[in-house]
């Protein structure tokens, strides 16, 4: 509370609030230089991040994307007046299943737009694979992704634009905001401009743009967030490998994550057998005043939005996941104590 009350009084000192001020800077270069990125820029929220994304490679007609993800990839797509496409996930990595992609890419197909759900990187080279060979774009939804490495590159460096949401219920946070990575210098140019209106200058305008910016206030949180993410993905670590340890008996199981990717320990996931099995565990939980979540659920094709399509193993595991409590604060004897009362219940 310290730090943060020191960045508080120099904003108040400069009196630059807002507006691409010193600590929004800041924050990108240390941003980039732990991530080892370049072409970074921080702003408002994850979502604006996705439709910034959209709007700078212009994209149209259809697009390409999973059913299993939070209503923010799915409704960027539509409130960029694009179509929504749904391919269904792999059952294992609950990602989009790029052998099912070349099947929906149709003359309007524009691009693939894909989560890394729960911080499990998609099989980015099979994608690109696909992208190359029918000239698509591709952008990531990486909200979920801060700190994840791929073969030694952060999983950011994938894709023609990579999205990032830093809500406060993110590992790393600064209360709201998000940003966008990119390796086309060009396009990095063009977001960065969008983000501020499509300013060129005080008077000249070189796109059409959007108030996606963030504030000194804002970065701040990130830059005090920042000095401690270490911290909190060990101690998620931790708290992770206790609850494997404890939930080891039972008939549930998890994602399979991808080979040579590092994780962040971003979320804990538990697939139960059935629905009706998740749906009691939840209730029981629940009554002990303990809040697992429904992430993600139902399929974004029961948007009223999108078009209903049949995507049975979306449907089967949004109705048998739960994610588990998992913060830094959560102590070892709470996860033991979520453990006994889910034991419990298969007993």
Known sequence: MSEYQEYLEGIWKRQWLTNNGPLVNELELKISEYLDVENFLYLGNGTIALQIAIKALDLHGEIITTPFSYVATTSSIVWEGCKPVFVDIDSHSL??????????????TSAILATHVYGNPCDVEAIDHIAKKHKLKVIYDGAHCFGVNYKGRSIFEYGDVSTVSFHATKLFHTIEGGGVFTKNREIHNRMNFMRNFGHDGPYKFSELGINGKNSEF???MGLVNLKKVNDIIAKRKLLSNLYDQKLADLNISKPVFLKNADFNYAYYPVIFENSDSALKCLDRLNKSQIFPRRYFYP???ELPYTEKQELPITEEIASKVLCLPLYYELSLEEVDLICRIINSIYK
């Open 299 to 301: 399929s974004l094709s």
């Open 218 to 220: 804002h970065a701040a």
């Open 95 to 108: 990602n989009i299943d790029p052998k099912k992609i070349e099947a929906a890419i149709t003359d309007k």
